[in-house]
Antibody
């Protein structure tokens, strides 16, 4: 069974940093691009970034470029989101997602989400 | 930037058909995915590649895509279908994933 489990969310002050992690299981982790998607309270889904299986290519939304850094560790079947310079509008549930069966940009598996709150 | 537009809400009575448009420039040239999200839960893929249905998704869920509009249709709507529905595409030029703003389905 495919599982994605996030961790690392919490309360942080504006300008602060936080590192999210997502561990995958039940599939060949290194063969799949992995993605972070966030959802602000009461709002829609917003794509944050995607990292390809080999880490050769990384793509960021304009809203986080230069502040967030995604990386992965295919030995530990995990990938991470380093968030620096956090702002109030970064407050959201952050989901890790993967396209396992229908292509890497079709998210058929999601984690449960981890809540990030940026507030003083 | 590529913008995908969805109406904020749709309301239907049980047993009727709910239609969710997803509008964007030449979206018919892209593969559209649809997600259902119930309160407090992660999204669930209900349609892939315009009209594909993952295992476990009822046949009542159907998708189509042509021109500037992709459409999710739910036939014989049930109370349990009440949720937010998001369309999503991949903009290959920028390799960005783009979501529509979502449509909230209310079952009357």
């Amino acid at each position: 069974e495919v599982q994605l489990v996030e961790s690392g969310g919490g309360l942080v002050k504006p300008g602060g940093s936080l590192r999210l992690s997502c561990v995958g299981s039940g599939f060949v982790f290194s063969s799949h691009d992995m993605t972070w998607i966030r959802q602000a309270p009461g709002k829609g889904l917003e794509w944050v970034c995607t990292i390809t299986g080999s880490s050769a290519f990384i793509y960021y939304a304009d809203s986080v470029k230069g502040r967030f850094t995604v990386s992965r560790d295919n030995v530990r079947d995990s990938f991470h989101l380093q968030m620096n310079g956090l702002r109030a509008d970064d407050s959201a549930i952050y989901y890790c997602a993967g396209g396992i069966k229908f292509g890497d940009r079709t998210f058929d598996h999601w984690g449960h989400g981890t809540l990030v709150t940026v507030s003083s | 930037s590529y913008v995908v537009t969805q109406p904020p809400s749709v309301s239907v009575a049980p047993g009727q058909t709910a239609t969710f448009p997803c509008v964007a420039d030449n979206i018919g040239n892209k593969n559209v995915k649809w997600y259902q999200q119930k309160p407090g839960q992660a999204p669930v893929l209900v349609i892939y590649d315009d009209s594909g249905r993952p295992s476990g998704i009822p046949e009542r869920f159907a998708g189509s895509n042509s021109g500037d509009t992709a459409t999710l249709t739910i036939s014989r709507v049930e109370a349990g279908d009440e949720a937010d529905y998001f369309c999503q595409v991949w903009h290959s030029i920028t390799d960005h994933v783009i979501f529509g703003g979502g449509t909230k389905l209310t079952v009357l």
